[in-house]
């Protein structure tokens, strides 16, 4: 038996999964472990989609790029869903209730609800000797994502998250320094820490089994934040009623 | 020792506390817990503020309406935070981030970074036998929170979680059933069991130990979807920088 800390303590994403299919169990118990996660005023504003069918995965693999969308032991995607608590609302309710679907606050709201239940998730996973990777990639094409899953207004896929038994077991990738994530009482600038950290990442990134390069964080995210990236998703969000006011 | 299921199954929010503070050592494990979550694209684009400051409690109590954000053993403030990943910049860069600084994608990006990390954070605390509550509800000011914590440009306060030794014992609160969250291939309106789960929810709210109360899970949520709320976040959270455009 694992302790919570040991499972959260040896997280690292996993790109490799044996050709093992997750038992209904198993699934089962990652569902159940997502959904005890809080979420914000009782509104369980999210939904997750298993994707069994072939020809899905193969195409959400195409939009992600990675070939481990498609081999994998099981394949999730997280959708902030605001349509389930207000599936019941009159017509003539759901024109007052536009204001709160299409705030910044709901958007925020459905999305962190579906992340603290895909955490719970990622970490059910783990402590079954499975391993796991979120998918960001999926928002490649956050539209047709939607479409593929036939989600109704009021519902968009967020991330994707790869499951399966782990096919190799890569270092676990160093995080900067409690000192530049943590702060008493107010914010501040950790230039010293960011600093030392791309020293360090640099030494990790010559040092490591694969993948070997000559790197630091700071450049890292600089190149990643020069060139825009997925500008399609604001459009994608607000025509399905997320994030317009 | 307990093992992660049994440590995300056990989750009920804890709204009043014990009058002991967290050790450091409590701290440090919780952060470096949050620390371990997977983070999109190596950003790492998230904060945590601990909040010693009897004065800054006081206000964020206030703005919050909730006496246990005031009376717990540490309370933490979860930040999005598209700063540190690009603090390196010149300003000619910084120019050529901005699209990627302000769209939907890095909004996105940063909330479920901080919202990982918070519930790894939410685990470790329960694991150390402290109860946790999210606060959404720092919400009802983020202006104000933002000025409190100095946060600089591209931060945003996204909620708070007070944490610390339970002083009751509430009932674990039901979840819709599996049945209307989780979905094969596509989504599928999960009419049926939203009743069914008015009916159970009725029945809770009629028996549990305190707050007896006559509501089902749709009313409860059509009276909070009828009332606009939080609508000054989205001006809040564009005039730091994010979700512009």
Not at 42 to 64: C, F, N, Q, V
Not at 97 to 114: G, K, Q, T, W, Y
Not at 198 to 217: C, G, H, L, P, V
Request: proline share 5%.
């Amino acid at each position: 038996m694992q302790s919570t800390l040991e499972t959260i303590l040896n997280h690292r994403s996993i790109r490799k999964f044996k050709n093992t299919p997750l038992t209904s169990e198993q699934i089962d118990t990652i569902i159940d472990a997502a959904q005890h996660a809080s979420t914000s005023s009782y509104m369980m504003a999210y939904t997750i989609i298993g994707i069994t069918d072939p020809a899905k995965k193969e195409e959400l693999s195409r939009i992600s790029t990675q070939p481990y969308v498609k081999q994998n032991g099981h394949l999730l995607v997280f959708c902030a869903d605001l349509y389930k608590p207000i599936s019941k609302a009159s017509e003539e309710e759901y024109v007052k209730m536009l204001p709160n679907l299409e705030n910044s606050e709901h958007f925020l709201v459905s999305s962190i609800d579906a992340a603290l239940a895909a955490q719970n998730a990622a970490l059910a996973a783990e402590s079954l000797g499975l391993g796991i990777c979120f998918l960001g990639s999926l928002r490649n094409n956050m539209g047709r994502v939607d479409e593929l899953l036939h989600l109704p207004k009021h519902v968009i896929p967020l991330f994707g998250m790869a499951i399966g038994v782990p096919d190799h077991q890569p270092e676990i990738k160093p995080r900067l320094p409690k000192e530049a994530v943590y702060f008493e009482n107010e914010y501040r600038h950790p230039q010293n820490e960011i600093d030392a950290f791309d020293e360090k990442i640099s030494a990790y990134y010559q040092s490591r089994s694969s993948n070997q390069r000559k790197d630091t964080w700071s450049d890292q995210m600089r190149r990643r934040f020069l060139k825009p990236i997925r500008m399609d998703v604001t459009d994608t969000v607000q025509q399905k009623g997320f994030n317009k006011r």
